[in-house]
């Protein structure tokens, strides 16, 4: 543990109430609870201010820490890169820029270029705003919406939320940019809330959904369609059987570029390098951000075809017609140099099989929970990427309450897991327990994060 006194640390906690703004959390609590601080990391497990230990199993969070805490190797990395060289603008390179690119784009056949950026959010954006300026350029400003999807999440800015298929985040942000169009969800479990019945090939039908709403607005003015390959806080939504190949083709059909969203599922979340691996599927521009570095360097990363790099370039009558933007701090060379050591590590320990390993195991011990406990009404997921939703009846499917799907998280916590429920799978309710242990899970960890579930569910559901 930390070499600080007990004195240094209720400093530290006072200094937090009173000056550090949270994400995420509401200000009442903290006005009598101490503040959370997280003080130290080892592979799975992290230590708080009081000593307390916690099995992480949401690696930070917000599947974010893939590879673990503690990863001396990246640091060391990241530190040698920063003493010889830490920064100059993407006007230049960089040498670790040069070869995580390139490693990188090895991984992603049919896709060549990267754009260092620094969050999932700003990634996106790029991508929005390269789909806009070839539309401009090539489509005489026409083809200019993009297509988001009930459920996926894109990030934070007024743009990606304006690409938000999950409305209660919006309420309190408008007015929202224009030329972002919704597109129907593709969890088959509600599908009853798309008013479908009992349906036979669901998959194929929820793409010819975004069929109909590309003819409804007109091919012609649809430039760009940007999906989840999995979405994330929407509900842990794995899609079904027939849907991205579907999705591939009416892509083709009507010219559109795929925009593939991997800020959550890339780099290895789901057993794959990336989430769209699993299905086959060709996307023109795919976004990363948080397993790109585990978290040890702020790095994020639009990666496009060769297709799309060359729409930039030919316009000989105009030499300033390329894609004219910036970001700062994607010339920070310890992102590139974390992210080359995260994917040694990922490499040397063959964390991908592991990955899918443990996700089977831990997805059958989630089935094994849902026999026991009804309020399980479905579990789903891939790889490390895991979910339970929760449902007060299995036959309405009626979601559970918020505040008991709340008590089995701080149930968890009490005993020392820390586990996420701010999954969306029903428009306003946070019914879905979420999974995402490090990369690095063994069978022993997974049988510690299903057997606090399971304790929590009992209580909390009696
Ligand atoms: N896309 C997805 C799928 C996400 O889950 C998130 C963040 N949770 C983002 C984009 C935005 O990433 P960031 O918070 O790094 O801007």
Redesign the pocket.
């Known amino acids: 543990m930390d070499t600080l006194t007990p004195n240094d640390m209720s400093a530290i906690v006072e200094a937090d109430r009173a000056h550090v703004w949270h994400h995420l959390l509401p200000h009442k609590p903290l006005e009598t609870n101490d503040p959370r601080i997280i003080v130290e990391g080892k592979g799975m497990r992290v230590w708080d201010q009081r000593g307390k230990e916690h099995l992480d199993a949401v690696s930070g969070g917000?599947?974010t820490v893939n590879v673990g805490y503690g990863r001396t190797e990246i640091a060391d990395a990241v530190r040698d890169q920063l003493v010889k060289m830490n920064y100059f603008a993407q006007s230049a390179g960089s040498i670790p820029g040069a070869r995580f690119a390139e490693r990188l784009t090895e991984k992603m056949p049919g896709l060549t270029r990267l754009y260092y950026a620094n969050?999932?959010?700003?990634a996106?954006e790029k991508a929005f705003k390269m789909v806009r300026q070839i539309s401009h350029r090539h489509h005489g400003g026409r083809k200019s919406k993009i297509l988001y999807r009930d459920r996926?999440?894109?990030?934070?800015t007024i743009a990606?939320l304006s690409a938000g298929g999950q409305q209660e985040r919006n309420a309190q942000y408008g007015p929202y940019t224009p030329g972002f169009v919704e597109v129907p969800h593709c969890l088959e479990y509600r599908k009853a809330d798309q008013g479908w019945g009992d349906v036979e090939d669901y998959g194929r039908r929820a793409a010819d959904a975004i069929e109909e709403v590309i003819l409804r607005e007109g091919p012609d003015t649809v430039g760009a369609l940007c999906l989840?390959p999995i979405t994330?806080?929407g509900g842990v939504i794995v899609p079904p059987e027939g849907y991205w190949a579907r999705v591939q083709e009416i892509c083709e059909t009507y010219d559109i570029l795929l925009h593939i969203?991997e800020?959550?599922c890339g780099v290895g979340r789901t057993g794959t390098w990336f989430g769209y691996q699993h299905y086959g599927v060709k996307p023109d521009f795919v976004t990363m951000?948080?397993g790109v570095a585990s978290g040890y360097a702020a790095i994020?990363c639009c990666a496009t075809s060769e297709r799309v790099f060359e729409m930039f370039k030919d316009a000989p009558d105009d030499p300033m017609h390329y894609f004219r933007d910036i970001s700062t701090f994607g010339g920070c060379t310890a992102g590139p140099a974390a992210a080359l050591a995260n994917m040694d590590i990922i490499e040397r320990e063959d964390l991908l099989a592991n990955c899918t390993a443990m996700g089977d195991y831990m997805l059958d011990g989630l089935h094994a929970l849902a026999d026991r406990h009804r309020v399980i009404g479905q579990a789903r997921g891939k790889g490390l990427f895991l979910g339970a939703e929760l449902v007060a009846d299995r036959d309405t499917r009626e979601p559970a309450a918020e505040k008991k799907v709340q008590a089995v998280v701080a149930d968890c916590m009490e005993q020392g897991v820390i586990i996420g429920a701010t999954n969306r799978s029903v428009p306003g309710h946070n019914n879905t327990l979420c999974f995402s242990p490090a990369l690095i899970a063994k069978k022993d960890d997974i049988d510690a994060i299903l057997s606090a579930v399971d304790g929590a569910l009992g209580r909390v559901f009696t």
Do not use: I, L, Q, R
């Open positions: 917000v599947w969050s999932g959010s700003e996106n996926d999440y894109h990030g934070t990606c989840e994330a806080g969203d800020v959550v951000a948080k994020s």
